[in-house]
């Protein structure tokens, strides 16, 4: 997956932020990829946590049914995984890859769905595609490869190519690496320390303090260093004839030019998926609309596809033109406090929502009573005549 592209290096070795810092890492792939990392997961936890509605012919009329194609989508669509697993890896495969493979398992009674981790497709373009070699992981690294050969009739295909944006991607990385190596370099060269030994003209014997045995000054300077450099409280022995001054004591450096360089990157990363700036570093105040644009903006479009998906292979055409459907249920994506909200969820009563509407607008349970059905309008609105609402 995507972290993978981020944490470990082409020889498969695991490195952190300082190897990138200090120059043992691909620095703009490995920060870049971070955001982008954290975009992805943004949108893929926001679409995992929302509730997939199915809408099934019921008593001769279409309506919201928690049947077998619910259990399916929203809690376990295999013996893996549960639902909202399921739906986060097929995001993340999504947004990281660009395609997506559902694989439809038709059983006697249900559907198992998998996400395939790996696969080969045909060219094929007028014609359903055919898809070879799949193979199939679990969260411990297991894995088995898939000889059968699966076809649009049981699978679900996505793809998202674009590329421009890759191709923008890529350039803005090239750029921006120069930025990064100017101030790996500016960092390091101000805070490595620089040592100047003066001695007088004349070259006297030197003596080792500890071995009281004559010492040459290549000995002599690598003592020197050594406890300079030492990690612990160390004491440096000079001789008398000699004067040590360190070059670099006022041009120690911080990591501000990181900062900056990486606050940049992290902010283009943020504008190609038209995430809030915001929402994306997690400081969006009670009065921000972050989050509403975040969705209109960043996540309706992966909402959408999916829907489309799910429309296509689990419901089919004949039932969706009967009025049967799959879709997201995205009223519950923010945090709903009842009692902050009470005068608001008034007015909605007052206005023809009943109590079980708004249960399940808060993810409550409905209760079977008649009048938890019932709707009221309170309010003496004018209608389009110009009269009050119930007047001939």
């Known amino acids: 997956m995507i972290l993978d592209k981020i944490f470990k290096n082409s020889n498969g070795e695991y490195i952190s932020i300082f190897d990138v810092i200090f120059g043992k890492g691909n620095t703009e792939n490995y920060i870049y990829t971070l955001a982008e990392a954290h975009a992805i997961d943004l949108i893929a936890r926001t679409i995992a946590k929302c509730e997939i509605q199915t809408f099934e012919m019921k008593d001769k009329k279409i309506q919201e049914n928690k049947g077998d194609l619910y259990w399916t989508l929203n809690v376990q669509p295999n013996y893996i995984e549960t639902g909202t697993k399921f739906i986060y890896k097929l995001v993340t495969k999504l947004l990281t890859d660009k395609t997506a493979l559902i694989l439809i398992n038709q059983l006697p009674k249900r559907n198992l769905l998998y996400v395939a981790d790996s696969y080969n497709t045909d060219g094929m373009i007028f014609m359903g595609k055919t898809f070879s070699n799949i193979t199939v992981e679990d969260d411990e690294g297991n894995s088995i490869n898939v000889r059968k050969t699966y076809n649009s009739e049981n699978t679900i295909y996505y793809s998202l190519k674009n590329s421009n944006l890759k191709t923008a991607s890529e350039n803005f990385k090239a750029n921006t690496a120069k930025l990064l190596k100017a101030s790996q370099k500016s960092f390091i060269r101000a805070n490595t320390a620089k040592w100047r030994l003066k001695s007088p003209g004349q070259q006297p014997t030197l003596i080792d303090a500890e071995t009281k045995k004559?010492?040459?000054?290549?000995?002599?300077?690598?003592?020197?260093?050594?406890?300079?450099?030492?990690?612990?409280?160390?004491?440096?022995?000079?001789?008398?004839?000699?004067?040590?001054?360190?070059?670099?004591?006022?041009?120690?450096?911080?990591?501000t030019d990181f900062e900056n360089v990486f606050k940049k990157i992290s902010d283009t990363v943020a504008q190609n998926w038209n995430i809030p700036l915001d929402v994306f570093y997690g400081s969006k105040t009670e009065k921000s609309t972050g989050t509403n644009d975040f969705i209109t903006m960043a996540v309706d479009l992966y909402f959408k596809l999916l829907e489309d998906g799910f429309n296509t292979s689990l419901v089919g055409k004949n039932d969706f033109l009967k009025g049967e459907y799959v879709k997201f249920n995205k009223l519950n994506i923010n945090h709903k406090d009842l009692i902050d909200k009470a005068s608001g969820w008034d007015k909605l009563i007052s206005n023809g929502f009943s109590y079980n509407q708004l249960c399940k607008f808060l993810g409550l349970p409905t209760i079977e009573e008649d009048w938890a059905n019932e709707h009221y309008i309170t309010k003496n609105y004018a209608n389009v005549k110009g009269g009050a609402e119930g007047e001939e």
């Open 214 to 255: 004559p010492i040459s000054r290549e000995d002599y300077k690598e003592k020197i260093t050594e406890g300079l450099m030492s990690d612990e409280e160390a004491i440096v022995l000079l001789s008398e004839f000699f004067d040590l001054e360190n070059l670099n004591q006022n041009n120690s450096k911080n990591l």
